[in-house]
């Protein structure tokens, strides 16, 4: 499986946009780029994913790109609920998700 | 309603007994996946299991193995519990495709 590379940890201010990298210089053409987050004590939590295209809902953005490898993931405004540890993950046709270490972020009053 | 979910929460107990931790999802999805995270929080694939593949992480003992009495249930039973084993162990769910997985909130064993 196709590795990703992450920040241990970042911080950011409550209200203020934070950006997420992530590299996964090895990417295949038919891997999809996915995130999810963990926030403490709970199960990992699904925030968005994409192909190629930049993709936006309503958790955050992410923004692919054009060589696919790299992305960032896009919280426009944190909040103190997004502290939690942030994924980001390849998934190939077999769909077995493989977690790295992930990014902490912390996020200041 | 709690879309995936699993009994018990916290399981305390002695080292060589046989445990099972049991998980549900109401999504009517196809596939469902049994994780662990350890006390390094790195989250490992154990299985994948739909109607018709078991896959298994070739680096989980065979003391481990997945139960699916049908579609909406995969209870994980474990033999011989051993110290190592200790850990949150999670539960999740996937329509198929490369759509999201969704996770339930996790079963913390103990073994002492």
């Known amino acids: 499986d196709a590795k990703t590379t992450q920040p241990n940890s970042m911080e950011s201010n409550e209200e203020e946009p934070v950006h997420l990298p992530c590299n996964h210089s090895t990417i295949s053409g038919t891997d999809y780029i996915h995130w999810y987050r963990q926030l403490p004590s709970q199960g990992p939590e699904y925030v968005i994913h994409?192909?190629?295209s930049n993709v936006n809902n309503r958790m955050a953005s992410l923004a692919i790109a054009e060589d696919r490898k790299s992305s960032t993931l896009i919280l426009h405004r944190a909040t103190l609920r997004d502290a939690a540890v942030y994924y980001c993950i390849l998934i190939n046709a077999g769909n077995m998700l493989t977690f790295g270490g992930g990014t902490r972020l912390m996020v200041k009053p | 309603d709690t879309a995936v979910s699993q009994t018990p929460k916290y399981l305390v107990t002695q080292m060589g007994n046989d445990k099972s931790i049991k998980c549900e999802q109401n999504?009517?999805?196809?596939?469902m996946y049994w994780y662990k995270q350890d006390s390094k929080k790195f989250l490992k694939i154990m299985f994948s299991y739909n109607n018709k593949e078991l896959i298994i992480n070739e680096t989980v003992p065979n003391r481990f193995s997945p139960k699916s009495p049908d579609k909406a249930h995969l209870n994980l039973h474990i033999n011989s519990l051993e110290l190592g084993d200790s850990a949150v162990y999670f539960c999740?769910?996937?329509?198929?495709?490369?759509?999201?997985?969704?996770f339930g909130p996790g079963t913390r064993l103990t073994v002492t």
């Open positions: 999740a769910s996937r329509r198929g495709g490369f759509y999201e997985q969704y």
């Open positions: 994409g192909l190629t």
């Open positions: 999504l009517g999805h196809d596939t």
